[in-house]
């Protein structure tokens, strides 16, 4: 099992200081510097740790890039790729008008948790509830075992959906995670969140990144205690939250929608600001690592499927082909991006040179090229070094180095900087 005080981190190598880059306005490429020398902040403020989320955005660069744009109190903020929320609950923090858009049920369960913009007497109801809940679980575990037999299976549960997720969990956590899901319902979307939250930890997956068996030693009764504990931990978050919010803060709206798409529900010119994180081209499977999740709560994964861009295993048959379809899918977003802000609005995309398809792709390069047939100019940017991961990546980025980005787009028609030339990396 996890220990309780184990670090989560997110952009792993963000907290590896290198040099940052500066291009472009001199000003913006500054405060976008200052907002991607992420060093080695802890992440646990208000929700951030709730729930697990692979390539979370690091809560510090949100936080600063937010504070470099000074919007005012109010403005609406977009995130089309919103994830777990992380922008979302430091636009909430800021005092904005926050939207969030994915694919993924999943991430909108989630980000919709760590907005939640309830009232006390509610946070406590929900504590009491997943209490409440906790105490029956293990009392039927305890009855069952005095009695020689394994507790009734939930009703209306789709066997064939349980069996093939029968690998993933020892037998009586199953049937323990089983009773939890039962107990919270299926209409209950902070109790599915907070249940969401502590599946992988008790089961076989080695990680939400990865999905080899790493079997664990889990107690009886330790889900149950977990999921109790989980919800307290997402009422204090919470609480911490919306009081730092400033008064009059909405509540973070968040829907599951595709990013090159948004003109479909968004009106022209509806945001002050965009601040999100694209798919980085063949580093990860969302469908994948979220399988297990979204299979365990019901909520279908095949419009995730249909939807993910870039993802790793759309790289395995034909990479150029891959490759060619998210660059094309990310030129879609960026003219759905400036179709949904004002004039002028920042659009700060954080996105990384990958390794897809055995070769290098410098996003960076990629966004030069995007940029202007969707109507926007890159206004500024910061470039930090990030490392290589393995022989072959070490290989593929010997011409330059493999970087991450914090890119300011702009509806402009002026002439767009162009970015220092590159050394080779060591």
Not at 19 to 45: F, Q, S
Not at 195 to 211: G, Q, T
Not at 388 to 400: I, K, Q, V
């Amino acid at each position: 099992m996890s220990s309780p005080g184990k670090r989560r981190e997110a952009l792993t190598q963000a907290r590896r200081r290198g040099p940052i880059d500066l291009w472009g306005a001199p000003d913006a490429a500054a405060a976008l510097g200052r907002a991607l020398a992420v060093g080695d902040e802890v992440l646990d403020e208000y929700t951030h740790r709730f729930h697990a989320y692979p390539a979370r955005l690091h809560p510090a660069t949100a936080r600063r890039a937010l504070a470099e744009l000074a919007l005012p109190h109010g403005a609406k903020l977009l995130d089309p790729f919103c994830g777990s929320g992380t922008v979302l609950v430091e636009g909430v923090r800021a005092g904005l008008s926050t939207t969030g858009v994915d694919a993924s049920p999943l991430a909108v369960l989630v980000a919709r948790a760590k907005t939640w913009a309830a009232p006390a007497k509610a946070r406590h109801a929900l504590i009491a509830q997943a209490r409440a809940i906790r105490d029956d679980v293990l009392q039927e575990g305890k009855a069952a075992r005095r009695a020689g037999q394994a507790p009734p299976a939930p009703k209306g549960v789709d066997r064939r959906r349980q069996e093939a997720l029968a690998g993933w969990f020892d037998p009586h956590v199953r049937r323990e995670v089983e009773a939890l899901r039962e107990a919270a319902g299926s209409e209950d979307e902070i109790l599915r969140a907070v249940l969401s939250a502590i599946l992988v930890k008790v089961s076989r997956r080695a990680a939400d990144s990865r999905a080899e068996v790493a079997p664990r030693a889990v107690a009886r009764g330790w889900p149950a205690r977990l999921f109790a504990d989980r919800a307290e931990e997402l009422a204090a978050g919470l609480a911490s939250l919306w009081h730092d919010a400033p008064r009059g803060t909405p509540p973070a709206e968040v829907r599951q929608g595709d990013a090159r798409e948004l003109s479909k529900a968004t009106a022209a010119g509806s945001f002050d600001a965009v601040l999100t994180s694209p798919p980085y081209a063949g580093t990860y499977d969302y469908a994948e690592q979220h399988g297990m999740r979204l299979a365990f709560l019901g909520l279908g994964g095949a419009t995730l499927e249909r939807a993910e861009m870039g993802a790793r295993r759309s790289f395995t048959d034909d990479p150029a082909r891959a490759l060619a379809a998210w660059e094309r899918d990310l030129g879609a977003v960026l003219g759905e991006l400036a179709h949904a802000v004002k004039p002028g609005a920042p659009i700060l995309l954080i996105i990384g040179d990958s390794f897809a398809g055995r070769r290098a792709v410098h996003a960076d390069e990629t966004l030069m090229k995007l940029a202007r047939p969707a109507g926007l100019e890159i206004h500024a940017a910061a470039s930090a070094a990030r490392l290589p991961l393995g022989r072959a990546e070490n290989d593929a980025f010997t011409r330059a180095p493999k970087r991450e980005h914090l890119v300011w787009l702009r509806r402009s028609a002026s002439d767009r900087p162009r970015p220092p030339r590159r050394s080779p990396s060591s």
